[in-house]
């Protein structure tokens, strides 16, 4: 017999199977088998302004001109950004920009190239 998942809503170990479904008897939730495998593994997905996927090492091209936080520097609409790094947070792009430096860019921003 399988291992039974957890209650996603209260974490009780009670829970059974009913068809394609799980049921919690202590909440009474259900959810169904499919979903909660997708879930188990999945991966936090970063696109760019188009839907397109992003990976580390994508070159990406700005679509809107940025302002540099604390300084008079703006990273121009089409200027290419090499080499970009996922990261978790509002900025969910690491890089590298010739003439600027290190900053972080929003994945909505940018185009892949
Ligand atoms: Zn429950």
Redesign the pocket.
């Known amino acids: 017999m399988s291992q039974l998942p957890a209650?996603p809503?209260?974490?009780?170990e009670y829970?059974y199977e009913d068809g394609d479904n799980y049921i919690?008897p202590?909440?009474?939730?259900e959810w169904p088998k499919v979903a909660a495998a997708e879930s188990a593994d999945e991966a936090r997905v970063i696109k760019d302004a188009n839907g397109n996927v992003l990976t580390d090492d994508d070159t990406v091209t700005v679509i809107k001109d940025l302002k540099v936080k604390g300084s008079s520097l703006v990273v121009k609409v089409g200027t290419k950004v090499k080499n970009i790094r996922l990261v978790d947070g509002d900025h969910d792009i690491d890089c590298r920009i010739d003439g600027i430096g290190a900053m972080k860019l929003k994945s909505e921003f940018v185009k892949k190239a």
């Open positions: 209650c809503k209260c974490q009780s829970t919690c202590e909440c009474a939730h």
